[in-house]
Nanobody
């Protein structure tokens, strides 16, 4: 099993940047497909970005070109660099890991989740 703990959320003005980190313990994060999802109040959880075991990345259209997912094998973390933030990026951001397949964009494919970190972007 792997345990995931997110950090780095906060309040930022539109146009600003934040860097989220997901610390994994129990297993090496490179063994999993890892992803970031987000959920805004009253909305369903939505895919943001993922990194497969082989390092291939995928991004939601709404964040492509602004967000970047990366993995630090030394620190055993999955990171999400968020630039040019917009008020519509406001949500709780969750880190997730898929121990079996390649994850994809569907939350149900992921079997490990963190508790989330709040990101609020003011206009």
């Amino acid at each position: 099993q792997v345990q995931l703990v997110e950090s780095g959320g906060g309040l930022v003005q539109a146009g600003g940047s934040l860097r989220l980190s997901c610390a994994a313990s129990g297993r090496t994060v490179s063994m999993y497909t890892a992803a970031w999802f987000r959920q805004a109040p009253g909305k369903e959880r939505e895919f943001v970005a993922k990194m497969s075991r082989t390092g291939g990345n995928d991004y939601a259209a709404s964040v492509k070109g602004r967000f970047s997912i990366s993995r630090d094998n030394v620190k055993n973390t999955i990171n999400l660099q968020m630039n040019s933030l917009k008020p519509e990026d406001t949500a709780v951001y969750y880190c997730a890991a898929d121990s079996i397949g390649d994850g994809g964009r569907w939350p149900n494919n992921y079997d490990y989740w963190g508790r989330g970190t709040q990101v609020t972007v003011s206009s």
